[in-house]
T-cell receptor, first 113, second 113 residues
Framework: GAVVSQHPSWVICKSGTSVKIECRSL??????MFWYRQFPKQSLMLMAT?????????EQGVEKDKFLINHASLTLSTLTVTSAHPEDSSFYIC?????????FGPGTRLLVL | QQQVKQSPQSLIVQKGGISIINCAYE??????FPWYQQFPGKGPALLIA?????SEKKEGRFTISFNKSAKQFSLHIMDSQPGDSATYFC????????????FGQGTRLTINP
């Protein structure tokens, strides 16, 4: 149980385009999901907290207009990287809250050319 | 006060040995301390977690030791195996589930055969 999926697992896009990443809790409902960003050989950096039916809460320094988060249902949250640039290339990971803890997705590798 | 400090940054252990990773926190409001294992290109997976009302928790070869007065906790991997080679992150939060996790910097563990 407690499986979280992400789609796509990797994406390559041109600079200036937008990319949408989906995070789904497959066998449980999650009122709260988190989005993280991880650079190579670094720890996870929390970008935002996503609550079902309400606006996301962004961490300091994260541009909310660039990283659009939508949490339309108890099993789906999406992160859209708008007008992506090479510096947005990273590993994006979501997590969904269960009863006991956060369960993490497998991550999405984004490469912006 | 929100930081979780993790050491060492990297660790090499011989097969069959004991791997020990340490973490220290400052915020006494933290009351949930999980450890995550991450393989390259994958999302973190929960290994084991502890709450401050116990000093030790063991699950198979993995043990968490918790010292509330010192605000420190550690992960011990007994009989370390090459398959344990991964990056390990400690974390802390104020409550299980829906609260933000504060991650340590990570420890890259290599088990030599």
């Amino acid at each position: 149980g407690a499986v979280v999926s992400q789609h796509p697992s990797w994406v390559i896009c041109k600079s200036g385009t937008s990319v949408k990443i989906e995070c789904r809790s497959l066998d449980f409902q999650a009122t709260t999901m988190f989005w993280y960003r991880q650079f190579p050989k670094q720890s996870l950096m929390l970008m935002a907290t996503s609550n079902e039916g309400s606006k996301a809460t962004y961490e300091q320094g994260v541009e909310k207009d660039k990283f659009l988060i939508n949490h339309a249902s108890l099993t789906l949250s999406t992160l859209t990287v708008t007008s992506a640039h090479p510096e947005d290339s990273s590993f994006y990971i979501c997590s969904a809250t269960g009863v006991e803890t956060q369960y993490f997705g497998p991550g999405t590798r984004l490469l912006v050319l | 006060q929100q930081q979780v400090k993790q050491s060492p940054q990297s660790l090499i252990v011989q097969k069959g040995g004991i791997s020990i990773i340490n973490c220290a926190y400052e915020n006494t409001a933290f009351d949930y301390f999980p450890w995550y294992q991450q393989f390259p290109g994958k999302g973190p997976a929960l290994l084991i977690a502890i709450r401050p009302d116990v000093s030790e928790k063991k699950e198979g070869r993995f043990t968490i030791s918790f010292n509330k007065s010192a605000k420190q906790f550690s992960l011990h991997i007994m009989d370390s195996q090459p398959g344990d080679s991964a990056t390990y992150f400690c974390a802390a939060s104020r409550m299980r589930g829906a609260q933000k996790l504060v991650f340590g910097q990570g420890t890259r563990l290599t088990i030599n055969p």
